[in-house]
């Protein structure tokens, strides 16, 4: 698992919140399970855009990782490397919602991902631009906080950004 979004207001307002949304449910989960699948979409876009070819020669983090990959990939007859794009198939996002809150997960289960946007970011990954997926979960947070408030706001006044 690359990180989890929670989805909920700031605790300062989250009281008022399940009030407006205990009276409004509908709205609230409408409001709520939109802002997931928006996030959702930005969040894969971002996560599964594939940069152009490598710049060579390679960077690599130890000649003994130099070694194990050209191994690994010798005994699965893929040199020259051809890209699988197992990596980019392999990410899910599932979000879960509430009336009032909910919560997004985005995962990868290709087993190299730690290496190639994870944590363990190998140089040359970095080289070839590869984007770093816990800074794009990290930037998301932000933005999901932001509209979280704003979709509040949306269901304490239903009637929030119409002329009156």
Do not use: C
């Amino acid at each position: 698992m690359f990180g989890g979004i929670e989805i909920a207001p700031p605790t300062d307002v989250l009281k008022a919140y399940k009030d407006a949304a205990q009276q409004r449910p509908k709205l609230a989960r409408t409001a709520f399970q939109r802002l997931a699948r928006q996030s959702r979409r930005r969040v894969l876009d971002k996560v599964t855009e594939e940069p152009g070819e490598p710049g060579y020669p390679l960077r690599w983090k130890s000649a003994k990782q130099r070694r194990f990959v050209m191994r690994k990939l010798r005994l699965e007859n893929n040199l020259p490397y051809t890209r699988t794009h197992l990596y980019v198939k392999s990410f899910k996002v599932e979000y879960r919602t509430t009336d009032f809150d909910g919560f997004l997960e985005l995962t990868n289960s290709d087993p190299a991902s730690i290496f190639i946007g994870g944590d363990e970011q190998q140089p040359f990954h970095i080289d070839t631009g590869w984007v770093y997926v816990p800074g794009v979960v990290s930037d998301e947070r932000v933005v999901v906080e932001d509209a979280a408030i704003e979709t509040w706001f949306t269901v304490d006044d239903a009637f929030a950004g119409v002329m009156r």
